[in-house]
Each structure stands twice: as C-alpha cells, then as structure tokens.
C-alpha cells in the first residue's frame, strides 16, 4: 500500500486546513489510519488515528481542535484541522497498519507511511 498524503500549506494562527491521505494500490481496508507530525528539529509525535475496530483516540495537544474522518468509498482519511496555532506547524505525516490497540499512537504500531504535507501556521 503507498499512502499520499496532500493539503498542508500556510495559513495564519486560528485558520483551517484539511490534510488527506489517500492509499493506492489497496484500499486501507480495516487497517488503522493516523497521522503522526514532526517539527523540525523535534520528534515525531502521534496527532490521531481512526481504526474501524479501535476507535478514534486524539492527542491531548490538539484534542477539540482537530478532527480525523475516514470516508470508505473514497479510500481516504482526511484530518481536519481548526483553530491552528503556531505549534502546530510541522510536517504531517499519514500511516497504517494492522496495528494492535496498545499500539495506536506509537509509530511502530504502523508498517506504510506517506511521505507527509508541511503546514505552516503564522503567527
């Protein structure tokens, strides 16, 4: 399966964007979809991810502000993302995998990865 993920850009503190992951080749299926970020010269971190069987589960830092959906038939996840802050600005990553519930938001619970969307959030 190869993920791309699209949408990021630059938007001023409190805009939206809404970033995509689309998997070709396969459909994601009832894998597990997240999307991981990483600001330069920072780790990578778990933003969120939707599992049919799992859940959906956030991470504290952007609770209330972001949302993930899935839309099936399109064979795309999307994360919406509201109330941006300059933080926020890093590159978006997307990943699934048939990964386990204790796994969901840590990167090795996640065997594809797109090769993620830069977002910029202006102060």
């Known amino acids: 399966v190869q993920l791309q993920a699209f949408g990021g850009g630059l938007v001023q503190a409190g805009g939206s964007l809404r970033l995509s992951c689309t998997a070709s080749?396969?459909?994601?299926?009832?894998?597990?979809v997240a999307w991981f970020r990483q600001a330069p010269g920072k780790e990578r971190e778990f933003v969120a991810v939707t599992s049919r069987s799992r859940g959906t589960y956030y991470a504290d830092v952007i609770q209330g502000r972001f949302t993930i959906s899935r839309d099936n038939a399109k064979n795309t996840v999307y994360l919406q993302m509201d109330s941006l802050k300059p933080e926020d600005t890093a590159v978006y990553l997307c990943?699934?995998?048939?990964?386990?519930?204790?796994?969901?938001?840590?990167?090795?619970?996640?065997?594809?990865w797109g090769q993620g969307t830069e977002v910029t959030v202006s102060s």
């Open positions: 080749g396969h459909t994601f299926g009832n894998k597990a």
């Open positions: 990943a699934a995998g048939n990964t386990i519930y204790s796994a969901l938001k840590s990167e090795e619970g996640y065997t594809q």
